[in-house]
Structure formats: structure tokens, C-alpha cells
T-cell receptor, first 113, second 108 residues
Framework: KAGVTQTPRYLIKTRGQQVTLSCSPI?????VSWYQQTPGQGLQFLFE???????NKGNFPGRFSGRQFSNSRSEMNVSTLELGDSALYLC????????????FGQGTRLTVV | GIQVEQSPPDLILQEGANSTLRCNFS?????LQWFHQNPWGQLINLFY???GTKQNGRLSATTVATERYSLLYISSSQTTDSGVYFC??????????FGKGTLLTVNP
């Protein structure tokens, strides 16, 4: 069974631009969550979606947003990119109930220049 | 929020040696997972272990939920075991909180 798929794998953007990242969960999984990994801050939670509803959100500015579609695929968007947004963005999928195992995709490495 | 501390931060071993990585957490949890991050950045699932003991080949893990810690054991280490090991916990709020990781280097 296919794993979590993230696209694109690599991105280079200019300060001020916006970017959209995509995540397709494991078939049958209804929860998708997003994490940002940087050398300074480590792995930080961005948000989680289940059945198109955001159930939890991390401490990130409003420039970071996301959504989930009826087929459970999710996108996250970052507007007005800053140099500090350069990071590895990881998506995870799980069944959706409390405390079920999360599985991660390969990540999207975003570089802002 | 919940705090997750991993130790040691760095560990250097010779191939064939055994090691123990520790994860302490500050409050009760419903989920605890161990991951190995590969050189390309993907988090590979090692164990889903909110309590008890599990084994998978040369790796095993134990979580003592009442004392708020988990241990990951690696036996007969190989160079391919090198990388960063993360512990992550969840408190029924749909988010994983990660420790800062243990960087393991296994030398031939």
C-alpha cells in the first residue's frame, strides 16, 4: 500500500512569494498533519485536519494556512515568504482517532532566497 | 505544553556495540512513537509504544508510562543505524510533540 506522498520534493522561492505544498495520505487515513523542521527549532507542529476540518493549530503566524479536501488530500500554503521559512516541511497521516500511529512522507524542502 | 527531553544528544559507537536512548516526558501521554530520520529527511517509524515493551529485530523499546519515560535499545549496531532518532508524544490533541533527537554515529 502506498505511503504518504508529498509534492514537490524541493522548492526554491524568493522572499515575498507564496508557496503551496501538497500531501496525499495513506489510503483510508483521514487525518493529515503538518510539521516544520528547522535546525534551530527542531520539529514543530503546524496544524491537523480531519474530514476537512482543522482540529488543532500550532503557534505559527497567519501566513501559514492549510486545507483538506474530501478525498483527504491536504495542502498547506505559506504567503509572503520570509527567509526564516526555509525548512523541511513534513506531512503525516493517521487513522484519525485519538492516539493512532502517525506515518510521515518524505518531506518538501523549501529554500527561500 | 508537554515537554519531551531526549538523551544523550549525541552518541558515537563502534560497529557491533549496543546503545540505549532515553526519552523523558513531562505529563501523561496517549501515544509515544520512536522515529529514525534518514539522510533524506524522512521520518521512519520504529515503534508505536504508549506503554509496554516491543521488539523488532535488533531494536527494542520500552515505555514506562507511570514514570514518564521510554527507552530505545539498539543492539549490535551497524553503520546503517546512523542518523537522528526522535521520540514524539501525543496527549489526545491530535499533535505530536517531538524531542530534539539523539544523533547516533556508528563507525566501522
Amino acid at each position: 500500500k502506498a505511503g504518504v506522498t508529498q509534492t514537490p520534493r524541493y522548492l526554491i522561492k524568493t522572499r515575498g512569494q507564496q508557496v503551496t505544498l501538497s500531501c496525499s495520505p495513506i489510503s483510508g487515513h483521514r487525518s493529515v498533519s503538518w510539521y516544520q523542521q528547522t535546525p534551530g527549532q527542531g520539529l514543530q507542529f503546524l496544524f491537523e485536519y480531519f474530514s476537512e476540518t482543522q482540529r488543532n493549530k500550532g503557534n505559527f503566524p497567519g501566513r501559514f494556512s492549510g486545507r483538506q479536501f474530501s478525498n483527504s488530500r491536504s495542502e498547506m500554503n505559506v504567503s509572503t515568504l520570509e527567509l526564516g521559512d526555509s525548512a523541511l516541511y513534513l506531512c503525516a497521516s493517521s487513522g484519525g482517532d485519538f492516539s493512532t500511529e502517525a506515518f510521515f512522507g518524505q518531506g518538501t524542502r523549501l529554500t527561500v532566497v | 505544553g508537554i515537554q519531551v527531553e531526549q538523551s544523550p544528544p549525541d552518541l558515537i559507537l563502534q560497529e557491533g556495540a549496543n546503545s540505549t536512548l532515553r526519552c523523558n516526558f513531562s505529563d501523561s501521554v496517549n501515544n509515544l512513537q520512536w522515529f529514525h530520520q534518514n539522510p533524506w529527511g524522512q521520518l521512519i517509524n520504529l515503534f508505536y509504544i504508549p506503554s509496554g515493551t516491543k521488539q523488532n529485530g535488533r531494536l527494542s523499546a520500552t515505555t514506562v508510562a507511570t514514570e514518564r519515560y521510554s527507552l530505545l535499545y539498539i543492539s549490535s549496531s551497524q553503520t546503517t543505524d546512523s542518523g537522528v532518532y526522535f521520540c514524539a508524544v501525543e496527549r489526545s490533541n491530535y499533535k505530536l510533540t517531538f524531542g530534539k533527537g539523539t544523533l547516533l554515529t556508528v563507525n566501522p
